[in-house]
């Protein structure tokens, strides 16, 4: 059984920084796609990064400020966020996937974690 559990939310100004991590138990996910997704309230969700091997995939709102990594020796994909936006405020959720390719869909996700919420002041 795959576990997903995200950390490193919080409350921060705008143009901060805040890394989240998603420790994964019961599959290595360096043989999978993992991605991150966040919904905001009243929004529908939506793909944020993705990562499988060394190909990363970044949504158009967030390219150049976010960098999604892995670290193997821990099984833990990380999103590094810079440069904070009051719109990046949502529940963020990491995911992981069989698919061979990175996939923005969600429904392509089979696994998904509890979320972790991050709030971006003005």
């Known amino acids: 059984q795959v576990q997903l559990v995200e950390s490193g939310g919080g409350l921060v100004q705008a143009g901060g920084s805040l890394r989240l991590s998603c420790a994964a138990s019961g599959r290595t996910f360096s043989s999978y796609v993992m991605g991150w997704f966040r919904q905001a309230p009243g929004n529908e969700r939506e793909f944020v990064a993705g990562i499988r091997w060394s190909a990363t995939h970044y949504a158009d709102s967030v390219k150049g400020r976010f960098t999604i990594s892995g670290d193997n020796a821990k099984n833990t994909v990380y999103l590094q966020m810079n440069s904070l936006k009051p719109e990046d405020t949502a529940v963020y959720y990491c995911?992981?996937?069989?698919?061979?390719?990175?996939?923005?869909?969600?429904?392509?996700?089979?696994?998904w974690g509890q979320g972790t919420q991050v709030t971006v002041s003005s």
């Open positions: 995911a992981l996937s069989r698919a061979v390719m990175i996939t923005t869909a969600g429904n392509a996700y089979d696994y």
